[in-house]
């Protein structure tokens, strides 16, 4: 087996690797199959929570409890450097 160099590969604008001897008619057949899949396999993921009962704001919910949306803050954070804009939060990396 001949091995590609970087050169060699040929990559479609989401990244994937193709085979160079590839068809047009193919690569967007092969790019479809791909999307079914993936719609097929979000739909079994929501209907399972759906079964469980879980809802879009349950999760959303879950995220902001368990900290994903919120900002960590310095170890001496006060809300006097917030204003003043000189907590680390605030500063402007250089």
Known sequence: MEKKTYRDRIKDSY???IPGDISFAEYWERQHLIEKYSM???IRQKEERAQRGITKEDSISKAISNGL???????????QKAKDGTCCQNQKKK
């Open 40 to 42: 097929e396999e979000s």
């Open 15 to 17: 990244g994937n690797e």
């Open 69 to 79: 949306f919120a900002t960590p803050k310095c170890d001496n954070h006060t809300e």
